[in-house]
T-cell receptor
Framework: GQSLEQPSEVTAVEGAIVQINCTYQ??????LSWYQQHDGGAPTFLSYNALDGLEETGRFSSFLSRSDSYGYLLLQELQMKDSASYFC??????????FGKGTKLSVKP | GAGVSQSPRYKVTKRGQDVALRCDPI?????LYWYRQALGQGPEFLTY????????KSGLPNDRFSAERPEGSISTLTIQRTEQRDSAMYRC???????????????FGPGTRLTVL
């Protein structure tokens, strides 16, 4: 089977750094993506890691370790607008994307 | 706007009726995906297409669900003999490259909220 595990909720304060972890079990694996979804909105793409290591895009960074079947999303200098759900998603060998259940991030002033 | 569009945005139907949900991907996008998303959950993969060819339909819950993309652009997800458990948000996404490509960023549409009474 295929599954992804991530924490259900995380709370942090403005200006802080938060890390959202994701472990995966998939039959065939090409890479790990991260998506952000605000309440009532559609998921939007944040990052994709095909290789081990850190990918940085502005305040957001994403990391992948294939040997550990593990990745994380790092959000720096948190802002109130970062309050949203964050999903890791594994790209499988069939070309489909399997999503985790999401982590609801609440940023407090 | 040049984003992914879906219609209708809301659909209320009676149990046993058939429904057809439409997705219009971003122009030129090769791959098109269908997901179902329950409240508070991540998108659940249903099926996807590269051009007009359906690549993987392993996520379709049962044979009441079908999808087509006859000309490699607009796609229709059809649910026959709807049941209350089919109530959910149905989302479509498209990506520029053939699925499995280097970046595979998917652009999601606003979804169709289906309610089966």
């Amino acid at each position: 089977g295929q599954s992804l595990e991530q924490p259900s909720e995380v709370t942090a304060v403005e200006g802080a750094i938060v890390q959202i972890n994701c472990t995966y079990q998939t039959s065939g694996f090409y890479g790990l993506s991260w998506y952000q979804q605000h309440d009532g909105g559609a998921p939007t793409f944040l990052s994709y890691n095909a290789l081990d290591g850190l990918e940085e895009t502005g305040r957001f960074s994403s990391f992948l370790s294939r040997s550990d079947s593990y990745g994380y999303l790092l959000l720096q200098e948190l802002q109130m607008k970062d309050s949203a759900s964050y999903f890791c998603a594994a790209l499988g060998s069939q070309g489909n994307l399997i999503f985790g259940k999401g982590t609801k991030l609440s940023v407090k002033p | 706007g040049a984003g992914v569009s879906q219609s209708p945005r809301y659909k209320v139907t009676k149990r046993g009726q058939d429904v057809a949900l439409r997705c219009d991907p971003i122009s030129g996008h090769v791959s098109l995906y269908w997901y179902r998303q329950a409240l508070g959950q991540g998108p659940e993969f249903l099926t996807y297409f590269n051009y007009e060819a359906q690549q993987d339909k392993s996520g379709l819950p049962n044979d009441r669900f079908s999808a087509e993309r006859p000309e490699g652009s607009i796609s229709t997800l059809t649910i026959q003999r709807t049941e209350q458990r089919d109530s959910a948000m149905y989302r479509c996404a498209s990506s520029l490259a053939v699925s499995g490509g280097a970046r595979d960023e998917q652009f999601f549409g606003p979804g169709t909220r289906l309610t089966v009474l």
